[in-house]
């Protein structure tokens, strides 16, 4: 007989919500969500060692080479109670940087293109790179619309468990018009502890219903919220008709366990940013410094005019020290990124921005588009903070083309060996 007591159901999706969350032998290695109430009823949680899992999720790994603590955490709603015991293992060791992961989609027609494909690069080279999987995606969608555009991986800040994140559209089958006034709300993600083995895809609701679309979802951590800023793209409409045609802003919302959002709201609107043309906003991606942050959108900056005098949509940069800092007091520090470094105007958007191994120097990926060309071009700077971007000399680069719109995650050696050695399962 099914238990009917208030608290049994709310107990049973805590289990849920926390199984979710843990890796192979109910290890946690991150920070955890544990609902406060499920279904009207309210949760407590207690730990016997609050100092490594708080009743508030927050986490505190033990330091590598420690051993590893088990830790009881127990659930409480409505007189009952449930524990469940956990490992905590301790951080992974240090190592040096080795090599990158490009985790990208494949501009094609054909089948299999609108999924998610991994390049690594040439040994520790930035800018020569390979598909691996003899070519063919890694990760397929069976969601959704069936594809994936706008992947973006996310290394933990404990740095052993990653995340991606990628949008639900298929472009070619959809006429873009109605991709921006009903679109897909969800974004799809995939979680490992090794790079190779991603587990179920979740199909996730994180627009309201006033959105029309949910394009380019990125994540990075913060420190301060204790859990990971997700954003991306939206146009929100008025009306249920969705006749006007709004600018796109950049939205966002912060999740520990990937399942579980909070309430978006508008992180970037170009009516509200300073000088912005008031055109749409597109594909923001963000930069950790020493100093705090600088974002990087696709949009038009008011006085930036191409070689006919039109308004130039390219992609300018932003920085302040914390990612909640309000939209008017984020500096501006370059716009017409690529125009400027190309010499001359060429349509591109995408960008993705990592730091080189060495430490010497940034580089920017900026995804071209257009009848003559599509994929990744690498620009180069010193210093992130500064527009003195130049564009790398094709020369220099090997990037297969079509290679579009992902993000690049610097590896470790280990990490780096795996991979390379690795043959993958279709």
Known sequence: MKNTHPGAEALRSASLFLDRQLSAGRRVKGALHLPGAIGGTTLTWDTSHPDVVGPDGRVRRPDAGSPPIEVTLTAGA?????????????????????????????????????????????????????????????????????????????????????????????????????????????????????????????????????????????????????????????????????????????????????????????????????????????????????????????????GDLDELGRPLGDVFAEAAPTLDTPAKQWERIGSALTFRATGGHRPYEGPLIFRRNSGDGWLMFADHFGPDFQGYVPFANADVTTDAWRCVPAAETDIPPNTKHGAVLPLRVSEYERLAGTEFPT
């Open 78 to 302: 409505a007189g009952m109670r449930n524990a469940h015991v956990v490992t905590v293992p301790p951080l992974p060791s240090p190592e040096p940087l080795f090599g990158y992961l490009l985790v990208h989609f494949v501009e094609s027609r054909e089948d299999g293109g609108e999924q998610i494909f991994f390049s690594l690069s040439d040994g520790d080279d930035p800018l020569r790179w390979r598909r691996m999987n003899r070519g063919r995606p890694m990760l397929i969608s069976e969601e959704g619309t069936g594809a994936l555009r706008d992947p973006h991986i996310v290394r933990s800040p404990e740095g052993d468990r990653f995340f991606i994140v990628a949008t639900d559209l298929h472009v070619h089958t959809t006429d873009w018009a109605d991709a921006v006034r009903s679109g897909s709300r969800h974004i799809e993600i995939w979680r490992s502890d090794d790079l190779l083995e991603w587990g179920e895809q979740r199909h996730v609701l994180v627009s309201g219903e006033a959105a029309g679309m949910t394009w380019a979802p990125e994540a990075i951590w913060d420190d301060t919220a204790d859990a990971y800023f997700v954003h991306w793209t939206s146009c929100l409409y008025e009306s249920a008709d969705r006749t006007q045609v709004p600018h796109s802003k950049i939205l966002g919302a912060y999740t520990r366990d990937f399942w579980h959002f909070s309430e978006p709201h508008v992180w970037i609107d170009p009516d509200l940013g300073p000088s912005l043309a008031g055109a749409g906003l597109l594909d923001a991606t963000i930069a950790r410094t020493a100093d705090g942050y600088v974002r990087f959108v696709k949009g038009e900056v008011a």
